[in-house]
């Protein structure tokens, strides 16, 4: 099993930018791929961006490619997510995922969740 602590989330105006963190703790950080997905009100969970720890893969939503980005500390177990150019569709709460294997971009390919972190864009 992992736990995923997410970090970082907070209330900010549009065209700034957040670095959310999530803390993965987990003896086999290596064999997981990890990512965020997030969930506006009133919408379904939609995913945003993914990456294999080992080999530094990633994955993005068209959503966000350009504006966001995601690295990794394998010191640190931590995967951030640098948020650039935010916009108010960008609202939403964030949550930190994790899978041994990456399935895919839906909900149910991650099996483990974080609690979720807030973010909000104001215009």
Not at 4 to 20: I, K, M, N, P, T
Not at 52 to 80: H, Q
Request: charged share 25%.
């Amino acid at each position: 099993q992992v736990q995923l602590v997410e970090s970082g989330g907070g209330l900010v105006q549009a065209g700034d930018s957040l670095r959310l963190s999530c803390v993965a703790s987990t003896r086999s950080i290596g064999s997981y791929t990890l990512g965020w997905f997030r969930k506006a009100p009133g919408k379904e969970r939609e995913f945003v961006v993914a990456i294999r720890w080992s080999g530094d893969m990633t994955y993005y939503a068209d959503s966000v490619k350009g504006r966001f980005s995601i690295s990794r500390d394998d010191g640190k177990k931590t995967v951030y997510l640098q948020m650039n150019s935010l916009k108010p569709e960008d609202t939403a709460v964030y949550y930190c995922v994790a899978d041994r294997r990456y399935g895919g971009r839906a909900v149910g390919a991650f099996d483990y969740w974080g609690q979720g972190t807030q973010v909000t864009v104001s215009s």
